[in-house]
């Protein structure tokens, strides 16, 4: 997937049998760094959780962007990851937070209340919008280019323009 500021992403796939695949951090490494000499930005979904393999790539990423949804439990996870890749002013010049409200609930946590939480600034809190979300993943096609005038979307591309600014000119987001 393509961006208009040179942002490229490699995408998980959708195949069960694939997600199995083992990969080393060498592996992923130079999976990094062929990233980095094709695509002016790239971007990698480390995944959930913290784990040594996307640890060690965190290390090799110009930004890295937490993503999580507005629940106390959610909000604790991201805090103790926050606090295991360091609270040096280095690593927080490069860390943000990104909320997305994916599922309706109760009321969510104030915006300030979940950076004070985190010890991170809020990059970007992007809207309820389960339809275009559902809609987007049936039709293969991401959110911002199956409804690119919705909220959640022109919130996406905002945020996207924001990283693209922020990294290097061979740089990479994880």
């Known amino acids: 997937m393509a961006h208009n500021s040179g942002l490229r ?3 998980s796939t959708v195949r069960i ?6 990969w080393s951090r060498d592996a992923g490494l130079a999976v990094l760094k062929g990233l980095r000499s094709v695509s ?8 959930a959780g913290l784990n040594p393999i996307n640890y060690a790539l965190q290390r090799e990423c110009d930004q890295v962007v937490i993503v999580i949804d507005p629940v106390y439990i959610t ?3 991201a805090r103790e990851i926050v606090q ?3 609270a040096s002013l280095g690593e927080q010049q490069r860390l943000h937070a990104v909320v997305i409200n994916r599922a309706a609930g109760s009321a969510p946590p104030v915006w300030r209340d979940v950076e004070t939480a985190l010890g991170v600034e809020i990059r970007s809190v992007i809207s309820l ?3 275009l979300f559902t809609q987007a ?3 293969n096609v991401p959110a911002v280019m199956f409804q690119p005038t919705a909220i959640a979307s022109s919130q996406i591309a905002k945020l ?3 990283l693209a600014l922020r990294v290097p000119a061979t740089g990479a987001l994880g």
Not at 17 to 22: G, L, R, T, V
Not at 40 to 47: A, E, K, T, W
């Open 75 to 77: 909000l604790m996870t």
């Open 17 to 22: 049998a694939e997600s199995a695949i083992e």
């Open 129 to 131: 919008a389960s339809d």
């Open 9 to 11: 992403g490699l995408l």
């Open 160 to 162: 996207s323009d924001d």
């Open 40 to 47: 002016r930005i790239s971007y990698v979904d480390l995944g």
């Open 84 to 86: 295991e890749l360091g």
């Open 137 to 139: 993943l049936q039709a």
